[in-house]
T-cell receptor, first 121, second 116 residues
Framework: DGGITQSPKYLFRKEGQNVTLSCEQN?????MYWYRQDPGQGLRLIYY???????QKGDIAEGYSVSREKKESFPLTVTSAQKNPTAFYLC????????????????????FGEGSRLTVL | DQQVKQNSPSLSVQEGRISILNCDYT??????FLWYKKYPAEGPTFLIS?????DKNEDGRFTVFLNKSAKHLSLHIVPSQPGDSAVYFC???????????????FGTGTKLQVIP
């Protein structure tokens, strides 16, 4: 089945350690995203990538890094510079790039993975 | 600055009744709105959307209403079912070129509980 796979589902990290969250999609989508969810807050955009070998900072990119070497993969590294890394991380993708308007039947939705919960001890 | 607001953190509704979830936005440039449903420890899933050229969109038990002058949208679920119990996020995007990259702003979510 097509979808987005995030791993690991749960991760514990000691302070000062970097950790990488995996995100793989087999939907053949151009764009991929990383969001962070904290209690009582909406989803906040960390990084996004519209195409392979290109990515842009979102609203809260400090302390995070990404790469987009393959269309299917968009890993997120939470570095020791991230002051408050404990959160639920969501990877998403969307199918199209560079269109001015949606095609017929295109809902404009983001497709999300099941998330990774990171806890810093 | 919260551009998309869901002022009710939670809502309880009896099974079979109508659930109304509200969302307000401040950015007049938003021109496309979506609702997502999220179960605990899972990713959100798309529910329904509406373009700013419409004021209503319906899909089965779910209807979204958009009032542009009030910068307000609402999601109606009729009839509500226990399986609808989840967190609902309102989201908004803008720009004619947003279809490749969905620069989406999410609300804080409303937790709906449907009581059997």
């Amino acid at each position: 089945d097509g979808g987005i796979t995030q791993s690991p589902k749960y991760l514990f990290r000691k302070e000062g350690q970097n950790v990488t969250l995996s995100c793989e999609q087999n939907l053949n989508h151009d764009a991929m995203y990383w969001y962070r969810q904290d209690p009582g807050q909406g989803l906040r955009l960390i990084y996004y990538s519209q195409i392979v070998n290109d990515f842009q900072k979102g609203d809260i990119a400090e302390g995070y890094s990404v790469s987009r070497e393959k269309k299917e993969s968009f890993p997120l590294t939470v570095t020791s510079a991230q002051k408050n890394p404990t959160a639920f991380y969501l990877c998403a993708s969307s199918p199209r790039f560079g269109l001015a308007e949606p095609l017929q039947g295109d809902t404009g939705e983001l497709f999300f993975g099941e998330g990774s919960r990171l806890t810093v001890l | 600055d919260q551009q998309v607001k869901q002022n009710s953190p939670s809502l309880s509704v009896q099974e079979g009744r109508i659930s109304i979830l509200n969302c307000d936005y401040t950015n007049s440039m938003f021109d496309y709105f979506l609702w997502y449903k999220k179960y605990p420890a899972e990713g959100p899933t798309f529910l329904i959307s509406i373009s700013s050229i419409k004021d209503k969109n319906e899909d089965g038990r779910f209807t979204v209403f958009l009032n542009k002058s009030a910068k307000h949208l609402s999601l109606h679920i009729v009839p509500s079912q226990p399986g609808d119990s989840a967190v609902y996020f309102c989201a908004a995007s803008q720009g004619a070129y947003s279809w490749g990259y969905q620069k989406v702003t999410f609300g804080t979510g409303t937790k709906l509980q449907v009581i059997p």
